[in-house]
């Protein structure tokens, strides 16, 4: 039976570019967007009362929206109320400074969470003169972005000294992932500050549902993610040729009828059409979430496959719908995904054979099936918004007098 225990404190999130209310699919709209809101949603089901703050960009938005009971959406002016991308909002982040300061000098909360290094600047500002402890969590570190991206990386170029001056400054710094710590301590960032908490999925709306798939059909490999180069999904196309028993679905980016304004739906389709698979390759265009679960589900393999991922939320959606998955050995897929156990780790580059390794699972349907039973349980045990909720809850208790509360609304 349900309780709404009592409030445990006030929680500020700073998410300056990824609203809690946005539609995912966008250039600058997906996991850190679904991280914000399902966190403010666990905790506020805890007892804390939280209010996330964002960057108005419209100038339809009202100035509060209630997400739920206990979570409170501001949007904050700073620069022009239209979509800005986020390599470009840094020179308005003092303007969100400014808000936060004078709204939290009348009600300051308990502790804040910034998300995304220009969010801890923006927090910092507001909090540093009213002593209020700031919990980090990056999201994605520069130093990663600049070493696979280089010259094509459009951060702005203060951004690896920023990061670094955050974690100083703030109170605690939430990891994702163990691989994340690396990359911290190798900033010079101090170890005992550093709490690995990793991202979530919720296991009831991403669980297995019945295939349904005529007899026959070929089998199906499944790419979910942005339509960005390093998602990988050229090098699924190129593996594909050697898998001649099998389709490979593409899912992400605009609406199927907008693919061909594409540039990298374009560069994708001529990888395959170069690789005579154009017959086994559907670009599905971007897929809500609703229909997400079927779609996991529906296939015999998930494939996720970047050059370079902070955290990954695809392979935690799709062993939570029991479908193994075939990831690279990048960030946080090396903690998700547990080789040999819920699906196989590749290296990230071209040179290991992945059609011989994803022909080989396919022809074991026992592995398949044990691989999908141990990453649903896997996710259960692990990696649901719940516990996730609980982790970020020890970490405020750790950096401010916020007491966290074990009662929960189920």
Known sequence: MSRIPHTAGRVAMVS?????????????????????????????RRGYRVTVYTRRDSAGLPDRVTLIDGVQVVHVPAGPPAPVPKDELLPHMTEFGNFLARQWAHNPPDVVHSHF????????????????PVVQTYHALGTVKKRYQGAADTSPP?????EEAIGHECAGIIATCSDE?????????????????????????????????????RRRLLAVGRLVPRKGFDRAIRALAGIPDAELLIAGGPEADLLGAEPEAARLYGIAAEYGVSDRVTLLGGVGRARMPRLM?????????????????????????????????????LDTVVDGSTGLLVPADDDHDLSAAVRALLA????LARYGTAGRARVLTRYTWDRVAEGVAGVYGAVSSIRSLSGVVR
């Open 16 to 44: 300056e570019h990824a609203s809690p209310l946005a539609a995912l699919g966008g250039p600058d709209a997906g996991g850190q967007n679904v991280y914000v809101a399902q966190v403010a949603r666990q905790l506020a």
């Open 117 to 132: 290094w220009m969010s801890g600047l923006a927090a910092l500002a507001g909090a540093r003169d009213l002593g209020i």
């Open 158 to 162: 203060q951004r690896l000294a920023v």
């Open 181 to 217: 710590v690396a990359e911290l301590k190798a900033m010079g960032l101090p170890e005992d500050r550093i709490s690995v908490v990793p991202c979530g999925v919720d296991p009831d709306q991403f669980a297995p549902v019945a295939p349904n798939r005529p007899p026959g059909a």
């Open 297 to 333: 589900s529906s296939a015999d393999l998930v494939l996720s496959l970047p050059l370079y991922e902070p955290f990954g939320i695809v392979p935690l959606e799709a062993m939570a719908c029991a479908t193994p998955v075939v990831a690279t050995a990048v960030g946080g897929q």
């Open 364 to 367: 074991d349907p026992g592995r």
